[in-house]
């Protein structure tokens, strides 16, 4: 491993970029690390250089582009990216697509040595005629119900135009599929760990988790040695879904699809924003991706998709009985 | 001495008989007074369940429920071992009863290695497919071909799980190249849905084999097209006509009006018990091809119609041996 100078994380408060945080500090205590977000985090390190960036703003990109200028920023991870849905569209275009616009506008204007942006293999899209395993050349259908998921497509055609016109840049794009494990959590989490789970009658496709260790383990060796190029980062294995909520004991609600759609469409557009509008699909049709190349690059994860579903309901079980 | 103490016990007995009695009577009109003044509230035995815990254990039930069926892995493609352990009675009976299915040629087939097996498509549902796969497997244990089954099909709710457990892969090259390369033999139908939807008066005659997507996948992945032939499978949904209003509303592409389905309703769906007799012929080797040979379109397209016209001998033959649809 290189030196890799000074890191800075976009997305300080974001699971991914705090679990980053604290895996490199835990490597070395030398490494310098630039926090930036919106706000500071609660018990944030001190080794860690913190400065407050609203990336909706208009003049954000020349703020970061300030920032990683004076703290000689060499390496740029881009994790500012909602976890949980919302119901408000424009806020959430704002951030994610014309946010992260921002940052590899300012990694360009900075001339940072590497970007290493967080995506995920959703964007693929629950497609029926998806093949089984998805490689990393499969076109990005997304979602047309969902605008996060359409809006972080958007971000990855950006990223694209933007590697061709930076060509000194590596650019690392790690697409992962749903994060679980003992401390992760998001709208995809509290939908398993529901007691009675809604499920479509009649569709058990079958899915693929990361446990969150491996998560981070990718994004840490993405930003510490060189990997250009776009990954999948997956676990091993694929369980059918109906299999993933029995083996965790939960009742399974199984509802036509029609009833399901109309029951979840209405609170998805109000603002409870849970579920978030075009879930159910992801629930319905296959889009597993093959995760071969990000294996290759950054080892072999611990977790399968089983161990990280375990890990994840024996930790909740030992909450809830304490 | 002892009649006197005899008397007196007699004597005392009597006396505190009497007054034991009076005794009892003012303790009993006591006590009738404070219970009247002082009512206590008689509580009813009441047979207390516990909820919690019998709902506990229904919840126990159901969840397990559907494990005994089902094992907790299932392969890349979605197969479970314990789902097809469960089924082979049924499928043995399909096979040795219901079809009475004859399988020659077995020989032919690479002993270990995989293949790529091509076969005409017939009936809606892919029973053919399963039927060649299994008759497979029940001579060579270590093998079980994988069958392609079209998009519809294995998007269709309530089928789609099943035919995924028994091994059906949604038939595309990135599954097909991508199972033989794990060292597993695909059985494929080039028709594709063309083959499915044949009327009765079609029935044998072999639609166009795509655009030749099988030859590239076996040119791709370097392995031998096992051509296959399966005689009696056409007539086991014997399609009068298409009717197409009322399939669209279904999402399905059309729906198959046969001598049974829709006069007798959900028991129209099941198949005639023909004769069934699937014939392997030689393998077609392609190590003579250079690697470049995918790009040659023409050599494809050749190839291709070789193919067909390998699985239409095999097909014609088989006709020919047989003496009626049901012996």
Not at chain 1, 282 to 311: H, K
Not at chain 2, 190 to 217: M, N, S, T
Request: proline share 7%; glycine share 6%.
């Amino acid at each position: 491993m290189n030196s890799p100078g000074v890191i800075a994380i976009t997305g300080l408060g974001s699971f991914l970029g705090s679990s980053l945080v604290k895996r490199l500090l835990q490597r070395s205590p030398d490494i310098r690390i630039v926090g930036l977000d919106l706000r500071r985090p609660f018990r944030l390190d001190p080794l860690v250089q913190f400065h407050t960036v609203d990336l909706t703003e208009p003049t954000s990109d020349s703020r970061v582009a300030e920032v990683l200028a004076e703290e000689r920023a060499e390496v740029v991870v881009h994790t500012a990216f909602r976890s949980e849905p919302t119901a408000d569209r424009e806020m959430d275009h704002e951030l994610e697509t014309i946010g992260s616009l921002h940052v590899m506008n300012a990694c360009a204007a900075a001339k940072v040595k590497r970007l290493v942006v967080s995506s995920s293999t959703m964007l693929y899209g629950p497609w029926p005629d998806n093949p089984n395993f998805l490689t990393e050349q499969h076109p990005l259908r997304g979602h047309p119900g969902s605008h996060s998921v359409s809006n972080r497509v958007q971000v990855e055609l950006l990223l694209e135009k933007w590697r061709l016109r930076n060509p000194d840049t590596e650019l690392t794009v790690l697409r992962n599929c749903w994060i679980f494990g003992p401390s992760y959590s998001d709208h995809v989490v509290r939908y398993f760990s529901r007691p009675i789970v809604p499920k479509l009658m009649g569709y058990d496709p079958l899915m693929q988790f990361i446990h969150e260790d491996d998560c981070v383990h990718a994004l840490e060796t993405a930003t510490l040695n060189r990997h250009p190029g776009v990954f999948n980062v997956v676990g091993r294995g694929v369980l059918p879904l109906s299999t993933i909520l029995r083996v965790a004991g939960k009742r399974i609600l199984s509802m036509p699809s029609p009833i399901l759609y109309r029951m979840t469409d209405y609170p998805s557009q109000g603002q409870t924003g849970d579920p978030p509008e075009g879930f159910y699909d992801y629930l319905r049709y296959l889009w597993v991706a093959d995760g071969q190349r990000g294996w290759d690059a950054f080892g072999e994860p611990i977790y399968t998709t089983r161990e990280a579903w375990m890990s994840f309901i024996s930790t909740r079980r030992m909450r809830r009985y304490r | 001495m002892s009649d006197e103490i005899d008397l007196d016990t007699q004597v005392g007995a009597e006396s505190s008989d009497v007054l034991s009695a009076e005794l009892r009577e003012a303790l009993d009109g006591l006590r009738d007074e404070i219970r009247s003044r002082f009512p206590v509230r008689q509580r009813a035995p009441v047979e207390t369940i516990d909820w919690m815990a019998l709902a506990q254990q229904i919840q126990r039930r159901l969840s397990t429920l559907g494990m005994s069926e089902r094992s907790g892995e299932v392969d890349e493609f979605g197969m479970d071992e314990i789902v097809l352990r469960r089924a082979r009675p049924l499928l043995d009976l399909l096979y040795e009863r219901y079809w009475r299915v004859d399988l020659h040629g077995i020989d032919r087939l690479p002993d270990t290695s995989p293949c790529l097996l091509v076969a005409n498509r017939s009936g809606l549902l892919p029973y053919d497919g399963l039927m060649v796969s299994h008759a497979i497997w029940r001579r060579r244990a270590n093998q079980r071909p994988r069958f392609m089954v079209a998009d519809w099909l294995i998007t269709l709710p309530f089928v789609q799980p099943f035919l995924a457990q028994l091994g059906g892969v949604r038939a595309c090259r990135e599954n097909a190249e991508r199972l033989i390369r794990s060292g597993a033999s695909v059985l494929v139908f080039p028709e594709g849905q063309k083959g499915a939807a044949k009327v009765f008066r079609e029935r044998y005659r072999l639609k166009r084999f795509g655009r030749g997507g099988v030859v590239r996948v076996a040119l791709e992945t370097r392995v031998p097209i096992v051509p296959i032939g399966i005689v009696g499978a056409e007539e086991a949904h014997p399609i009068l006509f298409k009717w197409h209003a009322p399939a669209r509303a279904a999402g399905l592409p059309f729906l198959p009006v046969t001598p049974t389905f829709p006069l007798f309703g959900p028991f129209g769906f099941l198949p005639l018990p023909t004769k069934w007799v699937i014939r392997i012929g030689e393998p077609i080797s392609i190590d003579h091809l250079a690697p470049d040979a995918a790009s040659d379109e023409l050599l494809i397209s050749r190839m291709n119609e070789d193919l067909r016209s390998k699985v239409q001998t095999l097909i014609d033959t088989g006709l020919s041996d047989r003496g009626s649809v049901w012996e």
